[in-house]
């Protein structure tokens, strides 16, 4: 779907005079994806969101409790007006999320799997 905004976003920016060809074209819109994704750092994947509420001392709380309990999972508090919300880790499959959420379901009872960017895992 990206690509094809680039390539809907690209056509128009060329004009008669430039009679760029199929293959140059391509490979101008190959290198623009290319840059994207490099300053992106990020790929779609899967948190456990542990908190949803309108307080950020809650949110602020829960973060700081969970990362206490599991300093090697990442942690991050994001804010969509009026609401905070508290999502952790950086799962690329489904199934790594079910595995971790089964570990603190009964310390975050409320907690569930959402699709989110995550950060790209480390080489």
Known sequence: MRLFILLMLAIPCFSQAQKLNNDSLAIILTQRHKKVNA??????????????????INAQEIKSSFLQNHPKIAAYMVYHQPNFKVRVGDFRTRLEAVGFLKKIESEFKTSFIVPDDVKLPDL
């Open 39 to 56: 300053t992106k750092m990020t790929m779609p994947g899967y948190r456990i969101q542990i908190y949803f509420g309108n307080e950020r």
